[in-house]
């Protein structure tokens, strides 16, 4: 039984589980007593595990220590023998046995922490019992993968950022595979950090499932282990992190789940495992579908590569249907890499949709998106409909069915009514219930279903699996998953342009500014893809290609790419040459592409040209072309005599001998019929129509209506009929309401309707006595609009077309101009009436003098009335009695104007000044932006509207107006008299037969193909893709030199610790070789040459790096500071028991005034002799005194952490040698600290430390080799360590000193990098080893 927290998808009858799983636990109907649980796994572990113990006590290198490691009491009494027992010495494989374990149980580490297992096992512990004790016993789910993390039980830092990333690494990895991880299990360096993300994990988390982390660490090796010793078992054992004391040895790790204690029977070494043995027993724990848990990771991981590699290899034949759970797992988890791998290795798209399921399924597991919400409420809204009305009330918890028929809708919507639904009901539902609020969506079958198939060879829709992950994908707006369904699909170039239709109205409603953007730009990509599929199409073969524009697609709603580009507002793809190519060719008709103009229109005048070949048809050409190429075959078999293609071409000769010349009736019929005519017909109608109504304006209209003006009237009403017409032809499928919408969008249909309608205002007042004039002015506003609507006519022209769009701008920005005139217009003319004019009450001499005289300013008609000059009083009157003359302005006693003739003139200048130079310079600026703007894309917009021209002419009668009546006449008797089915045009929409539609389809599949290609041959070259190559190499190479900067140091000192101990070794070789030949009677010449010893281990600084050497800076060839040179003195010569008579050493002492050298020995150095040897140099030297000259290395040290985990140490700047070192200077009494360091310190801070000198440690005191050593003086150093409490107020005031030394003091972390003289690198690591630090 699978915990509810499993999630199962059945695949045709195949459960598949979810990555995404919890621990499963059996159900507990009777659970025992936890004193019971005790007692059995006590007997269990008593039967199973052992540990493994000494049998055999032999003394080792130290005092009642067994070389087990173990001391003399820890053994049995039969372990130990009697002093003069001669027996066999001790064995490691002879001597430890087993015996039940003493240490198992649960473990606990204080206060607060969680409660884990322990258990010690042997080394030699049967793998299937330990995956017994941490499966049956400890109960831990078995692993999906092991993860072993090795490395270093050095404490170290690492900085937050890649603590970071380790941590989200692991744990993302453990979480979402159910892995274990596997570690040494103490709490140092690589485990100590697992532990912690495993505890960060535990305390961020709120899920009840936890990360397994195993520790596997050595019983031997484990600080206070004492403390999980009991016969019975420890529940819980009391465990203490004792990182402090723990020495050499290591504290288990307190975060980790579990820890199997590795007894090998001896105490105190380090690398005892079992992890390869655990690691193989849990492989083959994970079954036989090993491959199928592979994948099941590989995918979990994003991991494509090791899917690739160790997966996918050549061994095996996969089967589409083995990989149906990892396809849907990669595209519900968006693992677009992966599903490009599983198409690669045999999944097919056709068998993975083959259930209707699997769709509904993919729907339902789709992210939280726009069409995930719009899906939901349109299934609740069904459901609703569906509900309403029923007397009994659905329960809550059933749920809203959902079937592709739901998808099929609002696809339907988005893509527009004129496509038909992409899937055909079905009878197979879901139930849906889903929160507006949260896209979370849960599905279960209907039972009343158990699999439908999709419905195949419909003759509405066509199964096409590629276009539905393709549209699964797009409505997600997923550019990676869309772009390899893309590649899939059978129609690619409708499903490019489908997928830019829904992706621009999806962004149109959107509510999310981003996500709109987003959707656009994706919008605008698949645009590209049509118009590069297209191009590759059209220079392959112009005729195909054509045929891919008009072809009704199954696929898509049996709508063509031509009408998805025109929807999808995609301009750049109806601009295409071949696009407009084919546009061109419905304009022309049967009439050749490449006729004249004038030809065209010669004919129409004077049409029995058309019978001398003056003007050329398609059908003329189609025949010539024939005939060209049978000239051409007839040539090529004359000359290789091929009897077979001359009877194959024959053949086809006589199939395309078919095409017959055009008869006079079809030629006649043809060119009247074509759009080019119809729309050069239309044009001379209507400058007919002009010219007639501009004669019944200005010279015949009288009371009763004239022959010409009841002319004008039919002429006006067969325009009206064509209006009503072009409302209602609906040959896409539109439905009414949009084609109205469409309808009223176009500006030329806008100015039909007002032309009409004002005509027809215009004739009812002319028609009555009362309202005739005003019928006539009308009608003449009316004549204006039908001569502005003869500017459509330039729509046509390639010329002329592009200027009208910016014509159509420009008159946006004047709108918008005209409203920032009109309030300088209005400023002005209110405040200089108000000025010159008191109390006037005649409205329309108000507003001729607040706006009309101050509009005429601006193009040059200065007024008179604002100055004294011209002022004249009988142009006014006085009172505004007079309805001709305007009012006179206020007079004075001298019948002058009264008003201040300065102001009303600076008021003038001001408003020339910003109305004609500022607002008109501004509108010629606006007009200049908006044609840059839009030259640019005129021609592209013209392209794209000069479709609809072709199209209305198209469909039009051929007969102009006002004989368009008859036409009109016999459409409606057929259409609505006799019922007929309206006659259909294949021009736009056509549906190719099944042959030829497959064989289309293949070869845009191929076109697709090379187009892709050399898509990606143009990135690989372009100069982004190249950037962006270089700047992987660039990262590549500075992450390498990275690495190898990190691991350069300690390589280096490893390589030289490796060659030490090889020279050593070559010592000890030599000295038993020159043993052996003093054996066989072989002697030196002058003197037996001095033997190596070994010393046991001490605290001298030099015992453990330079054992069986003598010094060696002590005898450099160059004395430091001068131009004098040592005696030579070999490594057999440097001690003072042997015998070196030609010694003859240079005597040195450096002086204030300069160098002294003298040959002959001082009777003061006579007294004082260089313990270590000879050196070459006799005197003082660079020294200050004969004999021993004492000199202090102060370390002074604090922890760096609260954990005591880093320890730093000090460093001043030494002005001597021009670096970093640890605080050093002769002394001459133990008890005070040197006086130079008072100046490195500071004064303040040399107080401080000299005040704890008493609490320092001496770590050495001796000898040092230094290079300024003589035989007769030489350094002897005292290593002093000072420890700083943290939290002590001293280790605050030496802080602030260092901080504000301007890092002529620092803090540094003890660490085997340190760069410091070889002395006091020496003189660090005793310190180090004193606190229990690895150097």
Request: aromatic fraction near 10%.
């Amino acid at each position: 039984m699978l915990h509810p927290g499993w999630r199962t998808l059945r695949w045709r009858g195949h459960p598949v589980h979810s990555l995404a799983i919890s621990t499963a636990r059996p159900t507990k109907h009777l659970s025992p007593s936890p004193s019971f649980q005790r007692c059995a796994f006590t007997s269990w572990t008593r039967e199973n595990i052992h540990k493994k113990e000494c049998c055999f006590y032999e003394k080792g290198v130290r005092e009642d220590i067994c070389k087990c490691g173990y001391s003399k009491i820890e053994h049995n009494d039969e372990a130990i023998k009697p002093e003069d027992f001669t027996g066999e010495s001790w064995h490691k494989h002879r001597h430890l046995h087993e015996v039940p374990t003493d240490a198992f149980g649960d473990i606990s580490f204080g206060l607060g922490q969680k409660t884990g297992k322990y258990m010690r096992v042997s080394t030699d512990t049967n793998p299937e019992i330990l995956y017994q004790l941490l499966t049956e016993q400890w109960r831990l789910s078995p692993p999906n993968l092991l993860i072993s993390v090795t490395g270093g039980a050095k404490n170290f830092y690492l900085k937050a950022r890649l603590n970071n990333m380790f941590n989200r690494g692991l744990i993302k990895v453990a979480q979402t595979t159910g892995a274990w991880i596997i570690t040494g299990g103490t709490h140092t360096g690589v485990m100590k950090h697992v532990g912690k993300a495993v505890r960060d994990y535990a305390l961020s988390s709120s899920t009840q499932g936890q990360i397994v982390a195993i520790g596997v660490a050595t019983w031997g090796t484990i600080h206070n282990r004492d403390a999980l010793v009991h016969p019975e078992g420890c529940f819980p054992a009391l465990y203490e992190l004792d990182i402090k004391g723990q020495g050499r040895l290591s504290c288990l790790d307190n975060n980790h789940t579990t820890s199997c204690c590795v007894d090998d029977g001896t105490q105190g070494n380090y690398g005892v495992e079992i992890r390869a043995a655990l690691t193989s027993r849990t492989s083959e724990s994970l079954g036989t579908e090993s491959w199928k848990r592979q994948l099941e990771l590989a995918i979990a991981w994003n991991r494509v590569d090791i899917a690739e590699t160790e997966i996918f290899t050549e061994e095996r034949q996969w089967k589409s249907s083995d990989l149906h759970w990892a396809m849907f797992s990669a595209l519900v988890g968006n693992k677009p890499e992966f599903v490009s791998l599983l198409l690669e290795n045999g999944v097919s798209l056709r068998d993975f949709l083959l259930d209707e399921e699997t769709l509904c399924e993919l729907y339902k597991q789709l992210p939280s998106c726009m069409f995930l919400r719009k899906l939901a409420k349109r299934v609740h809204n069904a459901h609703r409909k569906k509900s309403f009305g029923m007397r009994h009330r659905v329960r809550s918890g059933q749920g809203e069915m959902v079937s592709l028929t739901h998808v099929s809708d609002e696809v339907r919507r988005l893509l527009g009514s004129f496509t038909q639904a992409l899937y055909l009901p079905s009878n197979m539902t879901y139930h849906f219930n889903m929160c507006l609020e949260d896209t979370s969506a849960s599905l279960s079958k209907n039972s009343t279903s158990s699999q439908a198939p999709l419905k195949e060879d419909s003759p509405d829709t066509q199964m096409d699996p590629g276009r539905d992950i393709f549209l699964w994908a797009v409505v997600q707006n997923n550019r990676e998953l869309a772009e390899i369904a893309w590649e899939q699909c059978t129609d690619c170039m409708s499903a490019a342009l489908a997928a830019s239709k829904i992706l621009k109205t999806m962004s149109a409603e959107g509510m999310d500014a981003d996500e709109a953007e987003d959707m656009k730009k994706l919008a605008n990509h698949y645009e590209k893809h049509a118009i590069g599929v297209f191009n590759e199409c059209h220079n392959w073969d112009e005729e195909r290609a054509q045929k891919l524009l008009f072809r009704a697609s199954p696929s898509w709603g049996r709508t063509t790419c031509l009408r998805l580009a025109l929807e999808a507002d995609d301009k750049s793809f109806v601009a295409q040459s071949g696009v407009q190519a084919f546009l061109t060719q419905i304009w022309c008709g049967e009439l050749s592409v490449d006729n004249p103009v004038w030809r065209v229109l010669l004919c129409m005048v004077f049409f029995p040209l058309i019978y001398t070949g003056f003007l050329v048809y398609r059908r003329d050409e189609v025949i010539q072309r024939e005939a060209e190429m049978n000239e051409e075959i007839k040539t090529v078999e004359s000359v290789t005599g091929s009897v077979l293609r001359t009877s194959t071409r024959s053949l086809d000769s006589s199939g395309l001998q078919r095409q017959k010349p055009l008869g006079r009736w079809s030629r006649l019929l043809h060119l009247y019929s074509s759009a080019q005519a119809k729309f050069y017909l239309n044009i001379v109608s209507y400058f007919a129509f002009l010219f007639l109504f501009a004669v019944v304006l200005m010279i015949d209209f009288q009371a009763t209506p004239s022959s010409g003006e009841v002319l004008l009237y039919i002429w006006l009403l067969s325009l009206v009929c064509e209006e009503v017409r072009q409302l209602f032809h609906d040959p896409d499928g539109f439905g009414f309401r949009k084609k109205a919408r469409m309808y009223i969008n176009d500006l030329w249909n806008i100015l039909d309707v007002l032309s009409i309608l004002f005509f027809i205002i215009g004739l009812a007042f002319r028609l009555t006595t009362e309202l005739f004039y005003a019928g006539k002015i009308l009608l003449c506003i009316d004549f204006v609009v039908f001569c502005l609507r003869l500017m459509a006519i330039f729509t046509i022209s390639r010329t002329l077309g592009p200027k009208i769009i910016i014509v159509r701008r420009m008159m946006t920005d004047l709108f918008f101009f005209m409203f920032l005139l009109s309030i300088w217009v209005v400023a002005y003319g209110v405040a200089k009436q108000g000025i010159l004019i008191h109390n006037d009450n005649r409205l329309d001499w108000i507003i001729r003098g607040a706006v009309y005289e101050p509009y005429l300013i601006i193009f040059g008609n200065f007024p008179t009335n604002i100055d004294y000059a011209d002022f004249k009083l009988d142009s006014c009157t006085l009172n505004g009695n007079d309805p001709l003359k305007p009012k006179c302005p206020v007079l004075n006693e001298n019948q002058m104007p009264a008003f201040p003739e300065w102001l009303t003139i600076i008021m003038l200048c001001i408003y020339l000044l910003f109305a004609n130079i500022l607002l008109l310079n501004l509108l010629i600026a606006i007009f200049n932006f908006t044609f840059q703007e839009v030259q640019d894309n005129t021609d592209r917009i013209w392209k794209f509207q000069r479709y609809e021209l072709i199209k209305e002419y198209h469909s039009r009668p051929a007969a102009p107006p006002p004989f368009i009546i008859l036409s009109h006449l016999y459409l409606f008797i057929r259409n609505v008299v006799l019922c007929r089915t309206p006659i259909t045009t294949t021009e736009f929409k056509c549906k190719l037969p099944q042959v030829e539609e497959e064989e289309l389809l293949s070869w845009e599949a191929m076109m697709k193909d090379r187009y892709l290609l050399s898509t990606r041959q143009e990135q690989s070259q372009s100069m982004e893709h190249r950037i962006v190559d270089t700047g992987q190499k660039v990262t590549t190479i500075t992450e390498r030199l990275e690495r190898e900067e990190e691991m350069g140091s300690d390589a280096t000192v490893q390589r030289l610790a490796r060659l030490e101990e090889q020279v050593m070794q070559s010592a000890k070789a030599l000295q038993w070789i020159m043993e052996s030949l003093k054996c066989q009677g072989f002697t030196a010449k002058d003197a037996q040459p001095p033997t190596l010893t070994t010393t046991e281990e001490s605290t001298d600084m030099y015992a453990s790096e330079k054992e069986d050497k003598y010094h060696v800076n002590a005898r450099q060839f160059y004395y430091p500071n001068s131009k004098l040179t040592r005696f030579p003195v070999p490594e057999e010569k440097v001690p003072w028991e042997f015998s070196f008579t030609c010694y003859m050493p240079s005597y040195y002492t450096s002086e204030g005034s300069g160098d002294h050298v003298d040959g002959s020995e001082s009777e003061a150095s006579n007294n004082y002799r260089n313990p270590g040897g000879r050196t070459g140099m006799r005197g003082r030297g660079a020294l200050s005194q004969l004999g021993p000259n004492p000199n202090l290395d102060l370390v002074l040290t604090r922890w760096g952490d609260s954990e005591r985990s880093v320890l730093d140490y000090l460093v001043v700047w030494d002005e001597k040698q021009g670096t970093l070192a640890l605080p050093w200077g002769p002394i001459e009494s133990a008890d005070h600290l040197p006086v130079i360091l008072s100046k490195t310190m500071g004064k303040k801070m040399y107080a401080i430390v000299n005040a704890k000198l008493s609490e320092g440690t001496k770590v050495f005191e001796g000898y040092v080799d230094d290079c300024r050593n003589t035989d007769n003086a030489w350094v002897e150093i005292t290593v002093l360590n000072i420890h700083l409490d943290r939290a002590s107020q001293t280790t605050d005031d030496i802080n602030s000193m260092v901080v504000s030394s301007h890092g002529a003091l620092q803090w540094r972390e003890v660490s085997g990098k340190t760069r410091l003289s070889s002395n006091q690198r020496d003189s660090l690591r005793l310190v180090a080893e004193l606190h229990n630090r690895k150097f």
